[in-house]
C-alpha cells in the first residue's frame, strides 16, 4: 500500500517562497509518473505540475516561471518549490502519480495573504 505524505506548507505573504515536500512509502518516486495538485478552498482539485520517470517536466502555465517541481532520487521524495507566491496559490498541495490513482496523503496547507 503506497502512502504519501505531503510537508512544508505554512502561511506566507504575497511574493514569498514555500518548498514543498512529498514522501512516498510503498513505491519509489523516481520510476513514476509523479505530479503535484492543488484543491483552492470550495474548489476541485487541479494539477499544478508533473515529472517524469525520465526527468521531463511541466507545470501548469499559469504557475509557469514561478513554479518548479524535481526529485530527490535518494530521498524519494518530490519536490515543489514555489517562488513569488500570490493570494491565489491558497490551497491544500497534494502529491500523486499522475493520472493520480495511488491513495491521496493529507496534504499541506498553503496559505499567501495579501
Known amino acids: 500500500q503506497v502512502q504519501l505524505v505531503e510537508s512544508g506548507g505554512g502561511l506566507v505573504q504575497a511574493g514569498g517562497s514555500l518548498r514543498l515536500s512529498c514522501a512516498a512509502s510503498?513505491?519509489?518516486?523516481?520510476?513514476?509518473?509523479m505530479g503535484w495538485y492543488r484543491q483552492p478552498p470550495g474548489k476541485r482539485r487541479e494539477l499544478v505540475a508533473r515529472?517524469?520517470?525520465?526527468?521531463?517536466?511541466y507545470v501548469v502555465e499559469s504557475m509557469k516561471g514561478r513554479f518548479n517541481i524535481s526529485r530527490d532520487n535518494a530521498k524519494n521524495t518530490l519536490t515543489l518549490l514555489m517562488n513569488s507566491l500570490k493570494p491565489e496559490d491558497t490551497a491544500v498541495y497534494y502529491c500523486?502519480?499522475?493520472?493520480?490513482?495511488?491513495?491521496w496523503g493529507q496534504g499541506t496547507q498553503v496559505t499567501v495573504s495579501s
Open positions: 515529472i517524469m520517470a525520465g526527468g521531463n517536466y
Open positions: 510503498g513505491a519509489i518516486i523516481k520510476n513514476n509518473y
Open positions: 500523486n502519480r499522475f493520472p493520480a490513482d495511488w491513495p
